[in-house]
């Protein structure tokens, strides 16, 4: 189904706006030619992103930039960074890892084995700062997470382990508010102006490619973690999601999102128990 | 090319305020001067030093007015009547009728930005869209109230002598974009005149 281009479409494109017009046959060429389905990412994030890629190529308008897009593979690159929204950061939200300490880690206690998916992981902080939890609660061993993004760039990043130096302090005033029980500096290697995490950290980590857009459920996951991804989703592309993550999660399985996102508004709301209501900890339904 | 009676979401009238630096103490007039009836959502930006206290601010704005006050989730409906704080840290926008969050970059130096919200409002709700500027130390606001402008949108801002800091609303008066530009005391009758005028 095109955006933009007929009455029945995602919600949200103007039918009588040019811009949506374009931004809608663009996302179809996107689409067609490489693969990258960005046709139910919410409308008010894409405006600004696509504008921001117009104006950084030096480009009049949008159908302009998708001839640009379609003949040049550096430029669909460079646009693929812009739509995949990277910020992240170590123990980002303090409150959720503590939450996650007092409401998911006794349950993971009573499982010998368990799988966790960080579902859009950008480059990789929230997993580091999951594994560094877990292997404080003494779990990390029995643990094996997934972590996976739609952005082959970003998990090259993750994979290296290696984050910019000047982040640490704040990270560090993250981990100290988020319950840390150590001193986080152990954790790296400071070495010119890179962290260097310790490899055993990942030794149970997968980084791996899945798009939630258009891939399917790969495993069965006790946590499922996917923190501010769905934020860019509209609300098919949301209900689809979801429909994937209550597959994928084992019966009493955590499902985490981000602080500002909830399972209000969604069709999924009535399989799930409510672990924190302030930090999103919901628990699949037996 | 015009349609019959549209009552689709993006056609609902929204008004968007920026506020910065002396923002709690506008907030505070303009909000109290605005019924409960009032057949509109209102989306604020209040720029805030501390990133954790949006929940404070909620509460003082929720005891001068008879609205009510929340700081939105994403893709939250948007109701007439209810005021929208940004959270902290994260972008506010509007589309079609609802909340759109984001984590991406500050835009000059700002997460939450008046102009994301303003832009935001622009593409989706048009020339149903009253964006209001009102005091503050930066230009935050003005780009947005451009978009506002050439969308058809209404921009109104607070009358610098009246601001506790001038140079925001006179950022936007600069930009030749502000349809009106009044006194705090008069923005919220303003408001309400025009919501009575829009129903009708
Ligand atoms: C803002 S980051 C969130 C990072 C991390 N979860 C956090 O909360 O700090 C959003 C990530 O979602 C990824 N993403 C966006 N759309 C996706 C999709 N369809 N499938 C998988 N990942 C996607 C982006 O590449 C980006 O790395």
Redesign the interface.
């Known amino acids: 189904m095109a955006v933009g281009l007929t009455e029945d479409t995602t919600?949200?494109w103007?039918q009588?706006?040019l811009?949506?017009l374009e931004a809608g046959l663009l996302l179809e060429a996107v689409h067609r030619h490489y693969g990258f389905d960005f046709r139910q990412y919410?409308?008010?994030?894409l405006?600004?992103?696509l504008n921001k890629r117009m104006v950084d190529e030096d480009l009049g308008s949008l159908s302009q930039l998708q001839d640009r897009i379609l003949h040049d593979e550096a430029v669909m690159e460079r646009l693929l960074l812009d739509l995949s929204?990277n910020?992240t950061a170590m123990f980002r939200d303090p409150g959720f890892y503590a939450a996650f300490r007092q409401h998911v880690v006794p349950l993971l206690r009573t499982y010998p084995y368990f799988r966790v998916w960080h579902a859009g992981c950008s480059t990789g902080e929230e997993v580091y700062s999951m594994a560094i939890l877990l292997h404080e609660e003494g779990l990390l061993d029995r643990a094996r997470i997934y972590a996976t993004d739609m952005n082959e760039a970003v998990l090259d990043r993750a994979r290296s382990g290696i984050f910019p130096v000047d982040q640490m302090k704040a990270h560090t005033t993250n981990y100290v508010r988020a319950g840390g029980t150590a001193a986080f500096s152990d954790y790296y290697l400071a070495k010119y102006d890179g962290a260097l995490f310790h490899r055993w950290l990942t030794d149970n980590v997968v980084f791996a490619r899945h798009n939630l857009a258009t891939d399917g459920p790969f495993n069965e996951f006790h946590v499922v973690v996917c923190r501010?991804v769905?934020?860019?989703f509209d609300?098919n592309l949301?209900g689809r999601v979801h429909d994937l993550f209550h597959d994928s999660l084992v019966r009493r399985g955590t499902l985490a999102l981000?602080?500002?996102?909830?399972m209000?508004?969604t069709a999924r709301e009535e399989h799930y128990d409510i672990l924190d209501q302030q930090w999103k900890l919901y628990r699949k339904r037996t | 090319?015009t349609?019959d009676v549209d009552t689709r979401d993006?056609n609902r009238e929204i008004v968007c305020i920026g506020a910065s630096w002396g923002g709690l103490d506008a907030l505070r007039v303009l909000l109290a001067g605005i019924p409960a009836s009032f057949p509109m959502p209102i989306c604020i930006v209040q720029h805030r030093g501390d990133e954790n206290d949006v929940e404070l601010l909620i509460e003082f704005l929720s005891k001068v007015t008879e609205l009510s006050v929340e700081e939105?989730?994403?893709?939250?409906?948007l109701r007439p009547g209810s005021v929208y704080v940004a959270?902290a840290g994260?972008h506010l926008?509007?589309?079609?009728g609802?909340t759109?969050?984001?984590?991406?970059?500050r835009v000059r130096y700002s997460r939450p930005s008046i102009d994301?919200l303003f832009?935001?409002a622009a593409?989706?709700h048009?020339r149903h869209v009253t964006a209001i500027v009102l005091t503050g130390a930066n230009d935050d606001g003005a780009r947005g109230a451009q978009a506002v402008h050439r969308a058809g949108g209404t921009v109104l801002v607070q009358d610098p002598d009246t601001s506790e800091r001038s140079e925001m609303p006179r950022a936007t008066i600069a930009t030749g974009v502000a349809d009106m530009v009044l006194p705090l005391e008069q923005l919220a009758d303003e408001l309400v005149r025009r919501s009575a005028e829009a129903r009708t």
Do not use: C, T
């Open positions: 919600p949200g103007r009588d706006s811009e949506d919410s409308p008010a994030s405006r600004r992103r929204i910020v501010n769905m934020i860019y609300s949301q981000g602080a500002k996102e909830s209000r508004f | 090319m349609r993006e939105p989730e994403d893709k939250q409906p959270p994260y926008m509007v589309n079609s609802y759109a969050l984001s984590v991406e970059d994301v832009e935001s593409s989706s048009g």
